[in-house]
């Protein structure tokens, strides 16, 4: 079972003896953790570390729940970054492990060896610099400056280096006792090597070898001598050679001179011992201080690491809290498709308190497996204290459990065949699942009969709705789509794919559901036309208009996106144009109106056609929704007409706004001419309002609010285009009108915001709309309390929200009515 479970920082582990501890997920949580591949994302990360231990103590991290340590470090790693950002930088230094060397510290009476303490020097040496740098850095950096340490007084990192070289070999520097100790081991050693060559020298060819040389035997200088020879010199027999033809002896005659040797050596052995002795006591007695310098060295190098990570790959520091909470990703990465040479699709997500379960469905290869893991690694990573590759406003809830069934799970040794390796692990999530789990569930209900796998899906995903988990699930299965309809807290998403080639856009679209192309993708692989046309006529009439439907809207979408594009690259062409003619000083004047004109008719002709088409494809949304009137997926095709409506609406409000725009600038004479219905107006008394008609007489008829007038054309005079709001008719607009789906409210009063809060209510439910848009603004959040007061109180609503960030966030109500 894939379960991270009660993380919490009292399961830490030191990474350094007397270092900083770091929250670890205790040992039964790492399934979890390697079917997100987590370890894998950790190594990416130590790689930009710059020492051992600094890699170690990155590899060693894991999620907790303690989001005052999680804020901390993230909070940490963003200031270093915004370092690197800066083209700044912040000194990482390796130090060698030296760990046996402080435990040794902490043993009285110990000595420590030669290597040891040249590591310990190097040690200091590197936790100076990175003080310093860190000193450096402490105002723009101020929480990674709190990681400074104190350190020992330089005066032992100037003895050491007076005493040691880099190997750790004492250098005669390190007292006098051991310059002369070794002088004189040099001058006995002299006097022996002259007497044994001037007794080699004397010997006859016949006594010694024709090479032969001084060497050492038994810590003691010999000369090689035949075996056989008669005049070999009296002596002790210290060694033989291979063969036993050549012996090694000392001559009795340098006896005395080789124990004079090794007098003078074990001089030097003792006060080598002493000089070491006495570095050792130095370093025990800043043993508490030597651990912080090394903690510091290794989180540094730990921090450094984290922070050059996020710069690479673009990474934003997330908005830590306790589940339950929003989940927003934006602009959210796998962090190891990051690693490789394609170009990788970021996706958007959110998920807010009553969105609990997220249904992901589209084709093979499609992402949506990609999409469970990145979202996994997101709040893991998070916990960890690693920024993750997402955007600035991600919102990560921390969460105490995460489930991740990904993969087939099939255990030939367990006996487990891949349906009940699933249903297995769906046991354990049902058991202990709560609001603060997040569940990843890659195609549930799959491995069994489809009708079977979906009931148990359906069942798992509405109990763990029910208790505010947060589940993110994968599925093929048509009849799950449908599950959004009815159970709240049930959202669809998918993942598009490009109809005419066949191949994922990776495209993260929340709301509707997505296309399989099964049936296509095996056509383009080449599977035999009849074998597809028996197949196809095998599909249920429900799942086929459901397709013919959910296509058309697609082809409608991108027809849209088209014009678009080419309306914008008109204006840019046109803008260009107007730049060029600017310079010139002959006809400026005709030419600019004309470019304007133009550029009027080519946006005019533009937003005609967009609207045109998106007219069309809700006119055959309509008429596939009434074939297909109460079929499984009635759910999904409410919401493709939602996304028809607002392409119409958006259409023809910009065609609304260019006309008008037109009207305005058309205008001549005086504030009494020219006003046509649907003109904002000011009038003389100070509040805005509409001309609802011009009467025969010359006056004008104007609604401000809820009152409605008749005055005359000099009582009033045209409003700001920006400050107006769309034509607020008198009575309900009609079903097929684009701006039935949104009312604006502002610049009203509070009374006014109420009464046409509530008619615009009625007008949408007689109209069958699926929601309402209200755009409230603001402001001070009067008339944003008179709008949440009445559908608060409206039982057709059946629920109401603050739009996203990018559609007006809290300047705008969106209100759904009950189906």
């Known amino acids: 079972m894939s379960q991270v479970d009660s993380l919490s920082p009292d399961g830490v582990q030191a990474q350094i003896q007397g270092g900083t501890p770091l929250p670890l997920p205790p040992e039964h949580s790492r399934d979890a953790l390697d079917t997100l591949e987590f370890d894998s994302v950790l190594q990416l990360v130590a790689a930009h570390a710059v020492g051992p231990l600094g890699a170690a103590r990155v590899l060693g991290r894991g999620p907790t729940t303690d989001i005052q340590w999680i804020s901390a470090e993230l909070a940490r790693v963003a200031e270093v970054a915004a370092l690197f950002r800066r083209a700044d930088s912040l000194l990482a230094e390796p130090i060698p492990d030296v760990t046996r060397a402080l435990?040794?510290?902490?043993?009285?009476?110990?000595?420590?060896?030669?290597?040891?303490?040249?590591?310990?020097?190097?040690?200091?040496?590197?936790?100076?610099?990175?003080?310093?740098?860190?000193?450096?850095?402490?105002?723009?950096?101020?929480?990674?400056?709190?990681?400074?340490?104190?350190?020992?007084?330089?005066?032992?990192?100037?003895?050491?280096?007076?005493?040691?070289?880099?190997?750790?070999?004492?250098?005669?520097?390190?007292?006098?006792?051991?310059?002369?100790?070794?002088?004189?081991?040099?001058?006995?050693?002299?006097?022996?090597?002259?007497?044994?060559?001037?007794?080699?020298?004397?010997?006859?060819?016949?006594?010694?070898?024709?090479?032969?040389?001084?060497?050492?035997?038994?810590?003691?200088?010999?000369?090689?001598?035949?075996?056989?020879?008669?005049?070999?010199?009296?002596?002790?027999?210290h060694d033989e050679s291979g063969s036993a033809g050549t012996l090694f002896i000392e001559p009795s005659e340098t006896i005395e001179l080789g124990n004079a040797l090794r007098e003078a050596e074990v001089e030097e052995e003792r006060e080598t011992l002493r000089v070491l002795r006495e570095l050792t006591g130095l370093l025990r007695l800043e043993l508490p201080v030597i651990r912080g310098a090394v903690e510091m060295c290794v989180a540094v190098d730990d921090l450094v690491a984290r922070a050059r990570y996020a710069v690479a790959v673009s990474g934003e520091m997330p908005q830590v809290e306790p589940a339950p909470a929003t989940l927003r990703i934006v602009n959210g990465r796998h962090p190891l498709l990051l690693s490789g040479v394609q170009s990788v699709v970021p996706f958007d997500l959110e998920l807010d308190q009553e969105e609990r379960t997220l249904l992901i469905s589209g084709p093979n290869t499609g992402g949506k497996t990609v999409l469970l893991k990145a979202v996994g690694l997101a709040t893991a990573l998070a916990g960890s204290g690693v920024i993750p590759p997402v955007g600035v406003g991600t919102r990560l809830p921390i969460f105490r459990q995460l489930y991740a069934d990904i993969g087939d799970r099939q255990s030939i040794a367990a006996s487990l065949s891949t349906f009940s390796a699933h249903v297995r692990m769906l046991r354990g999530v049902l058991e202990t699942a709560d609001d603060h789990t997040l569940v990843l569930l890659d195609e549930v209900g799959s491995g069994t009969d489809p009708v079977e796998g979906a009931a148990l899906a359906a069942a798992t995903l509405v109990s763990l709705t029910r208790r505010g988990t947060v589940t993110l699930a994968t599925t093929h299965l048509g009849a799950l789509k449908e599950l959004a309809s009815h159970e709240p807290g049930v959202v669809n998403a998918s993942l598009q794919f490009d109809a005419a080639t066949l191949t994922p856009t990776y495209r993260f679209l929340k709301g509707v559901p997505g296309r399989s192309y099964g049936l296509s993708i095996a056509r383009r692989l080449g599977v035999a036309g009849d074998i597809l046309d028996d197949a196809e006529a095998r599909v249920p009439d429900a799942e086929r208009r459901l397709d013919a439907l959910l296509a058309a809207v697609e082809e409608r979408e991108h027809q849209l996106q088209a014009e678009q594009a080419t309306a914008a690259e008109r204006t840019v062409e046109l803008d260009s144009l107007a730049a060029r003619l600017g310079v010139q000083e002959a006809s400026q004047a005709a030419r600019e109106g004309e470019l304007k004109r133009r550029e009027k008719d080519a946006e005019r002709e533009g937003r005609r056609q967009?609207?045109?088409?998106?007219?069309?494809?809700?006119?055959?949304?309509?008429?596939?929704?009434?074939?297909?009137?109460?079929?499984?997926?009635?759910?999904?095709?409410?919401?493709?007409?939602?996304?028809?409506?607002?392409?119409?609406?958006?259409?023809?409000?910009?065609?609304?706004?260019?006309?008008?725009?037109?009207?305005?600038?058309?205008?001549?004479?005086?504030?009494?001419?020219?006003?046509?219905?649907?003109?904002?107006?000011?009038?003389?008394?100070?509040?805005?309002?509409?001309?609802?008609?011009?009467?025969?007489?010359?006056?004008?008829?104007?609604?401000?609010?809820?009152?409605?007038?008749?005055?005359?054309?000099?009582?009033?005079s045209p409003a700001s285009l920006s400050a107006r709001p769309p034509v607020r008719p008198s009575s309900p607009p009609s079903p097929s009108s684009p701006s039935s789906l949104e009312i604006d409210l502002r610049g009203m009063t509070g009374d006014e915001a109420e009464v046409a809060t509530v008619a615009a209510v009625d007008a949408a439910v007689l109209a069958e709309q699926p929601f309402l848009?209200?755009?409230h603004g603001m402001g001070t959040g009067v008339v944003r309390e008179r709008v949440q007061r009445v559908v608060a109180r409206d039982r057709r609503i059946s629920r109401y929200s603050f739009a996203t960030r990018n559609q007006g966030g809290t300047g705008v109500t969106i209100v759904e009515f009950s189906a």
Do not use: W
């Not at 070794?182 to 022996?192: D, G, T, Y």
């Open 103 to 237: 435990a040794r510290l902490r043993i009285e009476g110990s000595v420590l060896e030669g290597v040891e303490l040249a590591s310990l020097h190097r040690v200091l040496g590197a936790a100076r610099s990175v003080s310093l740098d860190l000193r450096r850095v402490a105002e723009l950096a101020p929480r990674a400056a709190q990681l400074i340490h104190p350190l020992p007084d330089k005066a032992i990192e100037r003895r050491l280096e007076q005493s040691l070289d880099s190997d750790g070999s004492l250098l005669d520097s390190a007292s006098p006792g051991l310059a002369a100790a070794r002088r004189e081991v040099q001058a006995a050693r002299q006097r022996l090597l002259r007497r044994l060559e001037s007794l080699l020298r004397g010997l006859g060819p016949s006594a010694a070898p024709a090479d032969a040389s001084v060497t050492v035997r038994g810590n003691r200088y010999v000369i090689p001598v035949r075996r056989d020879s008669r005049s070999r010199p009296p002596g002790i027999i």
């Open 610 to 716: 967009a609207r045109a088409y998106l007219m069309e494809a809700r006119q055959r949304v309509e008429e596939a929704l009434g074939a297909a009137r109460g079929a499984a997926d009635d759910a999904a095709a409410r919401e493709a007409r939602r996304l028809v409506e607002e392409g119409v609406k958006k259409a023809g409000e910009a065609l609304e706004k260019t006309e008008r725009t037109e009207n305005a600038d058309g205008r001549t004479g005086g504030p009494a001419a020219g006003f046509t219905p649907g003109d904002r107006v000011r009038l003389s008394s100070g509040p805005t309002g509409q001309v609802l008609e011009v009467r025969s007489d010359g006056k004008l008829v104007v609604v401000a609010g809820a009152l409605r007038m008749v005055v005359e054309p000099d009582a009033v």
């Open 773 to 775: 848009r209200i755009i």
